[in-house]
């Protein structure tokens, strides 16, 4: 019988491909930081949220010890980590991908019915979904579902199965779920601002009458306005970009600017942070009117 690759074979096929790679314990979780890292005292690592100086040779700080160099995974420091490790993990952000991790069949036939297809993996309970591309990290946008990119690590399960493709604004969206509503206990970001309204002065380009735009964006508001929970920044999103698309035949200026604005207000209404609010609804923009990336 063939008996398993070590994982510490595995993370160096990888590394070679450009994967940054980190051994995990019994339980899929990380080696835990040692004694100079514990709490982050050593001031974690140069590329963490909150930046520092750690050096340590130890693979400390979990999916911020990620690493390609076959130097540092063959070290006497990660050697006793390899020696305890049950499996592999990754950074799928230091690879420039994403991973929708679907925790659930429910969650699979979700994304099966709203996300592109793309390359597949099979998980114990699930499956994770790789795409081309970087984003925020986020648990829980969806029931069963959550994002590990930028500040996250995967478990090695595999090539997996499938062309993956890039990331789709669909994917992006969702991660509006998780900064949707504050914490209990905490207000809103800010309150939103006095805006202009739109009419026709501003405008002069539109090819739509006035009740069609006022119908499309009241309409649009309302949906915002419903998800007090969860879901507002997504909400926005979509809002945005389906305003910008009705526009791609008008020769413009069709005041989209003062729309935005409105639809920015009707998310940070419900809770949603002003800025995550302006990325949104810019993204939204840009994506219905062709520009996306």
């Known amino acids: 019988m063939t008996q398993p690759t070590p994982p510490a074979r595995v993370a ?18 990380p080696v835990g930081n040692c004694p100079a890292c514990t709490r982050n005292a050593c001031g974690g690592r140069p590329n963490m949220k909150t930046s520092g100086p750690c050096t340590c040779p130890a693979p400390c700080h979990a999916w911020a010890a990620a690493t390609t160099d076959p130097t540092v995974l063959a ?21 420039r991908l994403t991973v929708v991790d679907l925790d659930t069949p429910a969650a699979v036939a ?21 795409y081309q591309g970087t984003m925020p990290s ?37 991660s509006a779920r998780e900064e949707a509503t504050p914490p209990p206990g ?13 009419d026709r002065a501003v405008a002069t380009g539109c090819r739509h009458t006035d009740a069609y735009l006022r119908t499309g964006l009241e309409r649009g508001l309302a949906r915002i306005r419903q998800h007090t929970e969860s879901g507002a920044g997504s909400q926005a999103f979509g809002v945005a970009r389906f305003l910008a ?40 923009l840009s994506e219905g009117s062709g520009r996306a990336g």
């Open 12 to 29: 160096l096929t990888l590394a070679a491909a450009g994967v940054p790679v980190l051994p995990l314990r019994h339980g899929k979780v």
């Open 75 to 95: 070290s006497p420091a990660w050697a006793s980590a390899w020696r305890e490790a049950d499996g592999v993990g990754y950074h799928p952000g230091g690879a």
């Open 110 to 130: 979700w994304a099966q019915r709203n996300l592109p297809a793309t390359r597949t993996v099979p998980t114990t309970r699930g499956q994770h979904w790789i």
């Open 138 to 174: 986020g648990n829980a946008v969806r029931p069963g579902i959550d994002i590990k990119s930028r500040s996250q690590y995967a478990r090695w399960l595999g090539p997996g199965t499938g062309r993956m493709v890039l990331l789709p604004s669909a994917v992006r969206a969702l």
């Open 186 to 198: 905490e207000g809103v970001a800010s309150s939103p601002r006095e805006r202009s309204a739109w």
């Open 245 to 284: 698309a009705q526009h791609t035949a008008c020769p413009g200026p069709c005041g989209l600017d003062i729309l935005a604005g409105h639809i920015m207000d009707a998310a940070v209404g419900v809770g949603v942070p002003e800025d995550y609010a302006a990325r949104a609804v810019t993204n939204g």
